[in-house]
């Protein structure tokens, strides 16, 4: 089991490796409405002198943004590839769009997907240290000894961190390497989704002629953009307001400790638009977009929005209707995908978090009015997170949508540990020939 | 509701493009395609005879029209740096009718025509603004008369013909050189004749003997035989001994210096008679 994964993701690490020399490198987010494409240039000796006003913040001083297009998903749902040829028509619209843009040919794709049912998992292990002395095998040791619950054989594992160790009754050490003790122990977040989407996903890119360099839950990468350093250190959730999933991620001391989503999300709105006044989807898109909110007040009795322009027939039907009755449609829905995220937040033990922060951010959360919604069924501490500026970055991309593109793109330039990034150690290689052979041996003489 | 085209790239045209983005294909990009776009063009125009034809006839006519504008026209030829004389002889020769367009004087060869005259070392033609054709020579001067079996002529510095003149008389002014492959040594004929300032009233002209040192002979007969090397040192001693005894007023037939070690006196019928006598 152990050693599938290390070798999918080990590849894909090599491709990520790859790119980096080159110093080009896509990332695609994968969502149910739209797919986005950024095209990175990665500069490992970028003099962040020279900018004026930029840091050494999260990485982001280390690439630049050269291409960016954003394309209408198509044969998504849920967040998840379901008509692999249309989401490969849509891979390659975005793709070649990017790529004009950036006057430069890719070759390497950091891609994450938001479907896929992910489910989380928090493992331990624990090892004696061999020489008082922390080494690099010994954190293999331990990473390796947390015994991997039995998550189901149609799935697969997206992301494996270590997020805390313990030498000894010290707890939350990041780096235990070199430190002095004799038993270490280590707290691992594991992620897992189901394996069809993500290899449909795989598959779509593949056809693209990419090389895949990386996949990412898009929950989790929403968070690492939209989420300031210190709501990541002292804990805080990112609610990743998609089209067809909400992704829910619980971050504590710069690490993801928890991911979920809900599959309910922003077109679930429009499909109760469309059906409420019985317009065309594209219709109940637009008067979503415009017009939309969840917060009703006296005024919205009198702003009538007039909805008959693009839709056919039904001469001298009633053609217009009152914002007031937008948001009575809209504002359920909105509760109920707010409700559905609080009870994973609750199951997830959300409430001992030392920081209840939560930071509304995807496409959805852009509907006015509701960060005061989300506040009264979430919690106080609410706000709606715009991602990281990073260089480059076209203004048109900068919207709350992009959240899960942006941290894709701090992801690959900053790269999180990941338990495959550390050498397998040799008696768990070497362990399985070993015994195979020894019961060849046995059953045949 | 609009139906609209799908936006997206067909699988070939995809992989067009980012072959197109390859970086090897980037001068290609920049100079190939153009390049094949204008060549394709041109051909296809051009495959049919008639229009080859009525475009070179158009071209011709362009250019014969542009270069008979009275802004452009030649009318006038100006010759600098020559004497009346070398001016009459590069008109002569390079006998063009004005006004003349342009386009028709070939300046290079016009300036290989004055070249090719004796007296100009270098020359360079130019069309001058209101249609002046300007020809600048550097004109050869004659420093010496050369008189050969058949002919006199002068020689400039270089030991280069300048002019043919019927005699000697004709310039009085440069010292006579004679002998075969005189023309070849005139700088050092130069300095001899600075050298022999002394006597140059009774200098008659240098000799050139087997092409490898010279004899000065003066008038009643008088010569002095001078070495391959070091003439000039050596005639230098020979005017100075002139200078201080009178060397060459007594009756000295010749003034052998050829071995500057020992040099040797010829004398004169009367002065062996006397000698005899004595």
Partial sequence: MMGDIY????????????????????????????????????????????????????????????GAATTRSRGVEFGETMVLRETERAIRTAVQAAQKMAQCRVDHVMAC?????????????????????????????????CDIPDYGADREILHAQPVNFVLDHRSGLTDPRNQIGQRLACDMHMLTADRAPIGNLVHCVRRCDLEMAGLAMSSYVSGISALVEDEQELGAACIDMGGGTTGISIFLKRHMIYADAVRLGGEHVTHDIAMGFKVPMNVAERIKTFHG????????????????????????????VSRAELIGIMRPRVEEILEAVRERLDAAGFEHLPSQQIVLTGGASQVPGIDSLAARILGQQVRIGHPLRVRGLPQAVTGTAFSSAVGLSLLAAHPQDECWDFELPYDFRAARPLKRAVKWFRTNW | MRTMKDPAPSRLEYRMKRLMLRPSMRPFRRFGMPVIALATLVSLWAVDEGRRESAVAFLSELRNEVGERPELIVRMMIVEGASPELAASIRKSLSIEFPVSPFNLRLADLTEKVQALDAVAHASLQVRSRGVLVVEVDER??????????????????????????????????????????????????????????????????????????????????????????????????????????????????????????????????????????
């Fill in chain 1, 7 to 66: 070798r999918n993701q080990r590849a894909m690490r090599a491709m990520r490796q790859t790119a980096m020399q080159r110093g080009v490198i896509a990332v695609l987010d994968v969502g149910t409405s739209k797919i986005a494409c950024l095209i990175l240039v990665l500069e490992e000796n970028m003099d962040a002198a020279n900018d004026e006003g930029i840091g050494n913040l999260a990485g982001q001083e280390k690439f630049r943004v050269i």
């Fill in chain 1, 113 to 145: 997907a938001s479907g896929g049912r992910p489910r989380s998992y928090g493992l331990a292990g624990q090892v004696q240290v061999e020489r008082e002395i922390v080494t690099e095998s010994d954190v293999a040791h331990v990473l390796a000894s």
């Fill in chain 1, 293 to 320: 909110g969840v917060v009703a007040t006296g005024m919205d009795d009198r702003d009538m929005i007039e909805i008959d322009r693009e839709s056919e027939s039904w001469d001298g039907e009633r053609r217009a």
């Fill in chain 2, 141 to 278: 001067v004659p420093v010496a008369v050369w008189r050969s079996d058949d002919s006199v002529v002068l020689l400039d510095k270089t030991g280069y013909r300048v002019a043919t003149v019927p005699s000697r008389v004709s310039r009085p002014d440069l010292p006579l050189v004679a002998g075969l492959g005189a023309d070849a040594a005139i700088p050092e004929v130069l300095q001899l004749y600075y050298v022999a300032r002394p006597i140059r009233d009774r200098l008659r002209g240098f000799i050139r003997v087997g092409e490898r040192r010279w004899d000065v002979v003066l008038d009643r007969g008088q010569s002095i035989k001078l070495p391959e090397t070091q003439a000039v040192t050596a005639l230098k001693k020979v005017v100075e001994l002139d200078v201080a005894q009178d060397l060459l007023e007594r009756d000295i037939s010749v003034v052998d210096f050829r071995n500057s070690q020992r040099p040797v006196l010829r004398l004169g019928q009367t002065a062996i008679g006397t000698l005899h006598d004595g």
